[in-house]
């Protein structure tokens, strides 16, 4: 997904998680229902369990089970159909799952003038027009792989998890020692962006 945003050269930048930590519960199955509607996301989750359950015995790595995942939902989805209803979550729905203090952090870095980036192993397809509306100066996560204009349910590159995190800051910012860095996560995913932030803050926002 392209991106126009800009970034400043502003030394003080904030680094914010997105679930768990600017929400209060994990995003992608609420999008996902959304996506396939009720019943086929209930039959759909009753079909993935064995998936689920391999995860959660770590039989399977947190990529694979979510690409498994991603392609038993979306895959044959039009890539201008995924953006629509990409949009209409972040207008609609992730709202309903946002922690209000953590919101008010956000916005606390804003009215400083530091450069806000938001990092997440979420699809870029609803976190990209979400961060937007909230005045972002960036945003990345995870994308999928499109052919001939369909999703196919593979994650394209890396799942935006754990050290791609930070390698996906470091890309983008270049030597992060010219910068202080905040950083918000919540959970082992975020463990190496809070490692190398001067100012680490795990599971910072704990109400609802």
């Known amino acids: 997904m392209e991106h126009d945003y800009v970034m400043d050269n502003n030394s003080i930048v904030a680094v914010f998680d997105f679930d768990g930590t600017l929400t209060y519960k994990d ?65 609609v729905h992730i709202p309903q799952l946002l922690r209000s ?5 956000l916005h606390w870095h804003q009215t400083q003038g ?3 980036i938001l990092i997440s192993a979420s699809l870029e397809d609803y976190i990209i027009p979400w961060s937007k509306s909230m005045g972002f100066n ?15 349910g593979k994650i394209l590159g890396k799942n935006c998890y754990g050290s791609e995190k930070t390698k996906r800051l470091k890309d983008l910012l270049g030597d992060l020692n010219q910068y202080s860095i905040y950083a918000y996560g919540d ?19 704990s109400e609802n």
């Open 138 to 152: 960036y945003a990345m996560g995870t994308n999928l792989v499109i052919k001939q204009g369909y999703i196919t």
């Open 114 to 116: 530091h450069q806000t």
């Open 187 to 205: 959970s082992k995913g975020d463990r190496e962006l809070l490692a190398i932030a001067n100012y680490p803050f795990y599971q910072k926002f």
């Open 101 to 105: 203090e953590a919101v008010k952090r």
């Open 27 to 91: 995003s992608l199955f609420p999008f996902l229902h959304l996506v396939v509607g009720k019943w086929r996301f209930v039959w759909g989750m009753i079909c993935i369990s064995p998936i689920l359950l391999g995860y959660s015995l770590k039989l399977i790595p947190n990529w694979r089970a979510k690409e498994m995942v991603l392609k038993h939902f979306l895959q044959g989805l039009s890539k201008e159909h995924l953006q629509k209803l990409g949009e209409r979550f972040a207008t």
